[in-house]
C-alpha cells in the first residue's frame, strides 16, 4: 500500500464536448475535494466530436477561471499512463444514473487492474443535473429546444455559432 501523499493530485478526464453544467458541478465539488484538480480532454480520433480538442479546453479553461487548484489538459492513449506522469492518484468520474454505473464500474476495475495504486472516485451528479449529457444538449438546441441552464452561458453562444442558429434574444432593458 502506497502511503497518503502530501498534495493529492486527481485527474477528471472525459469528452467535454461541450461542458455541461453536470460537469462544471462535479469539478466544483472535486475542487474541495482534492489539492489539485486536473480535468483532461481526451483526444480520441475515433470519435466525432462537435468541437475540436482546442475548442473543448478552451470553454474549460474559461469555466474554470475562478478555481485555483483546477487546471485543464488533454490526453492521449491510456489514462492511467497519463495519471501516473502528472503524480495523479485519484480519477474522478461522475455518476448519473444506474445506467452509467455500470460502464463506469466496468472502467473503474479496469483501470485498477492496470494501476492499483490509483483509485477511481465516483461522485453522484446532482439531482437537477441528473439528466443533462453533451450529447442531449447538442440534439435539444439543434431542434430548437430550450437549454437555459444545461450549460455556461458562454458554451450556449459557442453552441449556437457552431450550430449557425440564431442568437438568444437579448433581455430587453426595463427603464
Ligand atoms: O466523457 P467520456 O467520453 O465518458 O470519457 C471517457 C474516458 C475519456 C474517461 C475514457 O474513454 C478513457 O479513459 N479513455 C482513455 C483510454 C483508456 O485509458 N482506456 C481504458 C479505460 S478502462
Redesign the pocket.
Known sequence: MQPKPARVVAIY????DPITSGHLDLIERGSRLFDRLIVSV?R?ENKQPLFSVDERTEMLVEAVAEMPNVEVDC?E????EYARTKQATVLL?GVRAVSDYEYEL??AH??RR?APEIETIMLTAREAHSFISSRLVKEVISLGGDIAGLVPRFVEKRLRQRLHLAAEEEEPIRL
Do not use: T
Not at 13 to 16: A, E, K, V, Y
Not at 77 to 80: A, C, K, R, S, V
Open positions: 478526464p472525459g469528452s467535454f481526451v480520441n490526453f492513449g491510456l489514462l492511467i468520474r466496468q472502467m479496469m483501470n492496470l
